[in-house]
């Protein structure tokens, strides 16, 4: 018998308005409504000048570590242009841009990196999941989340946001393997920012592209360019649409860059050269979105000048809120470990103390005095 | 003798042992070019290369998995998991293989590999990178699990750690890696695996710790008019029992302070050994200062979840008075 070829495959990537500015009608023409570009490009400032706030409230020690944004906001936001408000998002901790315009109060994200679990706590009807520190362990929930809708015959799908290093954990592979075998409206994002830290992408991975581990899994998958917010709605829109219909899943490269380090603990410089970072720079989704709505003249100078305006006062306001929300009280930890506190959980939460002279039930009076004279 | 933090007495461990064992290979998350994310592993690439300091994948299933075939194949290695928080993935290559390897092979395969984790809480950082897990890994037979609490300690017991023939968890406190300094000897030296160490002398109390919380002893004695005696474990398995005994027999009073949460933390095996070994000799109930049954606090209330020096203070206060 001759060898035959059994799979032979190639792998879509969807640009629509690139770094030059060129603009691909065919593809993008009426993909967005001019006033959502608007929207869009606006909440994109918006977002920028928050990063950039959070970023001085670390260095002046207001804040805790946290990690930027910057220059990867066009892959979330386009994702989550692209869903439904009651779809799910699930993120790890750098889908700022998306996650706001899905709903999420802007102060919550501050909270969270001050180092207070409220920021955390989702408010109702808001479709997404709390920060997922330990990298890569999102994505089973997003596709448990969507198993439940189907369940449920309700038509809502999950998105899930992850990076390139987070393709290396197993749990990645099994999201995947249960998403593709079990048939589950997930959509997964990986947000190719060329870094994980200081690991480059090719010690994750050494195909050429990540996009086609999905195909290793039976999936959809196409490589997008996430700097274009275009291209961006236009792959989601599609795997929305295949997932809602169909309940498959579809595996989104986004290719985009950390343009910052990556935290406010890390140093990139160590690792990387400004030449790298400078072509990217040149690749920042804003740049190219904004001079696209000049030309369509959506877009002027003074626009800029009051959204920038607009911005400021806007992450001010957001900063202000964040700070003033009391201080959690020592307490407060207990809060939440139980529906019902188990009794001695009570006792060291009303003690504040777990040397047990003292913790007799019938002394915790005398014990509280002890620690708080 | 140079004066070291407890980073670069790790570090000087590593190269050392390195220079002197081509069977050491370092793989982890960002520890080459970067020299790890506390910089422990600093300039170690360069010198190495990368053959011998490996960025490895973000996977530490992979990074243990992995090392564990590099031990069975007769090398060295020294895996780094670069938070406590993440040996989640790496638990079951740790317990259901590098703990089990010897026994299940009935010696033919050893696994010497040493698993450094920065540990523990006091820095303000994101959820997940200020837990203790180390009762988890020393109620799993088959490992041994060291925690040093100085400079001196931390060069000493890494180079024990890897000369060890078995698996060895190497928590490092994060809390002190550039606390303090201290006299360390450039040439090579070991602490052996299992003593513990008597920080202070004295004939009240005996008060027990490890790793960063040590300091918080150190602290609380300051305050205190009483005299007690401050054992550093060092090593959390296997427990230097002798050393705990002759000291209880001395105090008869004894207070465990610990990081990790109380429950089936560590504490509770060391006064079940108490109990065990000097009942008649124990004066007090023992008492324990840990943090308490919750998930770690994020940072804001991270200082009211670790045991500080006035609550420790409280316990030796009343434990002297009962
Ligand atoms: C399980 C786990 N291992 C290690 C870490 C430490 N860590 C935090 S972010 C990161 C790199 C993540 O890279 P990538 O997935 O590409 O996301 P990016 O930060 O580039 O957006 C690492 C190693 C972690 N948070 N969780
Ligand atoms: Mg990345």
Redesign the interface.
């Known amino acids: 018998m001759p060898i035959t070829t059994v799979l032979d495959t190639k792998i879509r990537r969807i640009s629509i308005l690139n770094e030059h500015g060129d603009f691909d009608a065919e593809l993008g023409e009426g993909l967005i409504p001019d006033d959502d570009q608007v929207r869009l490009y606006e909440h994109l400032v918006v977002c920028r000048q928050y990063d950039e706030v959070a970023f001085k409230l670390q260095r002046s020690g207001r804040m ?2 946290y990690p930027q944004n910057k220059g990867q906001e066009a892959t979330s936001l386009g994702a989550a242009y692209a869903l439904r408000r009651d779809d799910w998002m699930v993120t790890c901790y750098r889908e700022n841009a998306g996650l706001f315009w899905h709903g999420l109060p802007m102060e919550h994200i501050l909270l ?6 409220r920021g955390n706590r989702i408010p109702e009807g808001v479709y997404c999941t709390p ?1 997922a ?4 362990t999102q994505m089973l929930h997003a596709a448990g989340l969507a198993w439940a809708a189907k369940y449920r015959g309700e038509d809502r799908i999950a998105c899930t946001f992850f990076g390139d ?2 393709t ?4 990645f592979h099994e999201a995947a393997n249960f998403s593709a075998n079990l048939d589950l409206p997930v959509i997964f994002v990986c947000q190719n920012n060329s870094w ?4 480059p992408t090719k ?2 991975c050494s195909a050429p592209t990540l996009a086609q581990r999905g195909i290793a899994y039976g999936m959809e998958c196409v490589q997008v360019d996430g700097n274009d917010i275009f291209a961006m709605v236009k792959a989601t829109a599609e795997a929305a649409d295949r997932a809602r219909r169909e309940s498959r899943p579809t595996f989104i490269e986004a290719v985009t860059y950390r343009l910052g380090d990556h935290t406010t ?2 140093d990139a410089r ?2 990387r050269d400004q030449d790298e970072v400078d072509a990217w720079m040149k690749r920042d989704p804003m740049i190219r979105f904004r001079r696209h709505l000049e030309d369509r003249r959506l877009w002027d100078s003074q626009k800029q000048a009051d959204i920038q305006k607009r911005a400021e006062k806007e992450v001010a306001a957001v900063v202000k809120r964040a700070e003033e929300i009391a ?2 009280h ?1 307490r ?3 809060d939440h ?1 139980f529906a019902e506190l188990p009794e ?2 009570r006792v ?2 009303d003690t ?7 913790q007799d039930p019938a002394q915790i009076e005398d014990a509280v005095e ?2 708080n004279p | 003798m140079s004066n070291l933090t407890l980073v670069q007495a790790i570090n000087l461990a590593l190269a050392q042992e390195m220079e002197a064992d081509d069977r050491i290979i370092l793989l982890g ?2 520890i ?4 790890g ?1 506390f910089r422990v592993t600093e300039g170690l690439q360069k010198r190495f290369g990368p053959e011998r300091v490996v ?8 990074i243990i998995g992995t090392s564990i075939g590099l031990a069975m194949a007769g090398l060295r290695p020294i895996p780094e998991i670069q938070f406590e ?2 040996m ?2 790496a638990y079951d290559q740790i317990c259901s293989h590098a703990a089990r390897m010897r026994t299940r092979s009935r010696g033919a395969f050893t696994i010497p590999m040493t698993i450094r984790v920065p540990v523990g809480g006091g820095i ?6 200020s837990d203790s897990p180390e009762a988890i890994y020393a109620h799993t037979p088959g490992l041994k699990i060291v925690m040093p609490s100085s400079p001196y300690d931390a060069k000493g017991l890494l180079i024990s750690a890897i000369r060890d023939p078995d698996p060895v968890i190497f928590f490092e406190p994060k809390r002190i890696y550039r606390a303090f300094r201290e006299e360390v000897p450039e040439d090579e030296f070991t602490v052996p695996i299992g003593k513990a160490r008597v920080v202070t002398e004295g004939d009240e109390i005996t008060l027990i710790s490890w790793g960063a919380t040590v300091v918080q002893c150190m602290n609380a004695i300051e305050k205190s008019h009483r005299s007690i005696e401050l054992i550093d474990l060092r090593t959390i398995y296997p427990i230097d029992m002798p050393a705990i005994v002759s000291s209880v027999k001395k105090t008869g009073r004894v ?1 465990i302070v610990h990081e990790a949460s ?1 429950t089936c933390g560590l504490g509770a095996e060391i006064a079940a050994r108490i109990t065990e070994q000097c009942f008649l000799h124990l004066e ?2 023992i ?9 770690m ?6 200082l ?2 670790l ?1 500080e020096s006035n ?1 420790i203070g ?2 030796l206060e ?2 002297a008075a ?1």
């Open positions: 805790g570590t969270s990196w001050m180092g207070d679990e920060l520190v330990p990298i890569g290093g987070a290396s954990e197993g749990d994980a830290i200081s690991v010690i994750q603990a890390d160590r690792y201080a959690p020592a407060d930890m207990f470990m001695e959980l060291q939460r504040m103390r777990t040397s047990s002279i003292g002890v620690t | 998350e960002d080459g070019l970067n020299g994310v960025d490895s994948p973000l996977a530490e299933s992979g928080g993440f989640g993935p303000h950082a994101p959820e997940l990178h207070v109380k007090a109930p008492q324990r200062v840990t943090g308490y049954d919750t998930i606090p994020y940072y804001k209330l991270e009211e979840y045991p609550r409280t316990a009343e434990v009962y």
